[in-house]
């Protein structure tokens, strides 16, 4: 087993898919889980198959379309719903059934309405009977970050005792901060995993904006699977974006020293591919895979960028996959070129003008080897041109 090798293991068609505007027809999912195979992740996490008819089938279909990655089903811990989820994963190459139940007390009394021996008692007999349903078995012990620690621990144990081999602790409220989830899973690791070989996983929702910063913590703790979405997409605020966390770990390999299985130029085609599918994109100034992920329109910036793209430029845009035809235009490119790539991008200019935005655009193209659509805003932004609707 390689200790620093993290699991990523996608909630897009799940956990994503359930969000509003977030919808997706089967062969949308179908294409999606294609594209998500290509880019490398280890899970996906097709539906909540008791849910709805819809659900089982996405699951069902792409268990029979994936060849290597591990397809999971969501299952509360219930029978009929661990039956459910086991049979729409039966063609799959390898299934894993994913439990959860809620381990707060406000949880407790106020949506399930049970007492906290009944929770572990169904967490035992949930687990064990999806163990002999499935390849593995995940349990979730939802809103993990707001349940007594002791608790929490003892219904860990109890998964573990009847066969999961990954134990995912969400911050289903996108609740705690990054020192605090990073003790959590210390703590889970040290109290309940010891030297068993049981995989630390972490779910985060960013309604604080810190999903990706405590994912990245829990890893540092001892995580070793990190659920994630396309774009961030999800419940509320969303889920840890996918794209950050992965480039996060790539960028910062000096303090992130772990492996994952993902093909980085695979990241903006994903994004691009969901973007498409659903009602919304991302916003503009997206972390990775927004547009102006890799512009730079300030001044001073684009005078730092001349000298040497690694003043402002931490990772390039070929990494996450912005193709080459995004790669606009190079420095023997005319002015009747650049104008139509600008239309094309939906600005439009007075004849005069141009002649200001080429001059600019002549300068960047000269000292920088690719000028990406990013560059082509950013000329336009840092120019005091006026902008015609194209
Ligand atoms: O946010 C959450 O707690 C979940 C669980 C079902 C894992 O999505
Ligand atoms: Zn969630």
Redo the contacts with the bound molecule.
């Keep these: 087993m390689n200790t620093n090798r993290i699991a990523i293991f996608d ?1 897009t068609l799940r ?1 994503g898919e359930q969000s509003p505007g977030c919808s997706m027809y089967l062969e949308e999912k179908i294409e999606m889980a294609r594209q998500l195979e290509l880019l490398g992740v280890d899970v996906i996490e097709a539906g909540f198959p008791i849910a709805s008819e819809g659900d089982f089938n996405s699951v069902r279909a792409v268990s029979a379309e994936c060849t290597r990655a591990t397809v999971a089903a969501l299952a509360r811990t219930v029978s009929d719903d661990i039956y459910r989820a086991a049979d729409a994963l039966k063609g799959s190459h390898r299934s894993r059934i994913h439990t959860f139940v809620a381990t707060s007390d406000i949880h407790l009394e106020f949506k399930l309405k049970k007492s906290r021996s009944a929770v572990l008692e169904m967490t035992r007999q949930s687990v064990r009977t999806a163990k002999g349903l499935a390849d593995e078995v995940e349990f979730s012990a939802e809103d993990a970050t707001r349940s007594d620690v002791d608790y929490l621990c003892e219904v860990f144990a109890a998964a573990v005792d009847e066969g999961a081999t990954i134990l995912n602790v ?1 911050d ?1 409220v996108g609740y705690t901060l990054p020192t605090e989830y990073a003790n959590l899973i210390r703590m889970v690791k040290q109290k309940v995993v010891g030297d068993r070989d049981v995989t630390i996983s972490v ?1 985060c ?1 960013n309604d604080l904006g810190l999903a990706v910063a405590n994912s990245l913590a829990a890893v540092e703790a001892g995580a070793r699977q990190v659920e994630c979405t396309i774009n961030g997409i ?2 509320r605020a969303g ?1 840890a974006s996918l794209e950050e966390v992965v480039m996060a770990c790539s960028v910062r390999s000096d303090k992130m020293p772990f492996e994952n299985g993902i093909d980085t130029t695979q990241l903006y085609p994903t994004s691009e591919l969901l973007s498409s599918i659903i009602s919304f994109g991302v916003q503009p100034n997206k972390a990775i895979v927004g547009r102006n992920a890799f512009a730079h329109e300030a001044g001073i910036h684009q005078h730092g960028v001349l000298s040497n793209p690694l003043c402002y430029e931490i990772m390039t845009p070929e990494s996450v996959g912005v193709l080459k035809n995004d790669i606009v235009l190079g420095k023997h490119s005319g002015r009747h070129a650049l104008s139509s790539r600008y239309e094309e991008l939906g600005f439009s200019f007075a004849p005069d003008e141009i002649a200001d935005i080429y001059s600019r655009f002549v300068e960047l193209a000269d000292k920088k080897k690719n000028i990406y659509e990013q560059d082509l805003i950013g000329i336009v932004q840092a120019s005091q041109v006026p902008v015609l609707a194209a």
């Design positions: 909630t956990d969400p289903t779910h929702h999800g419940e889920n």
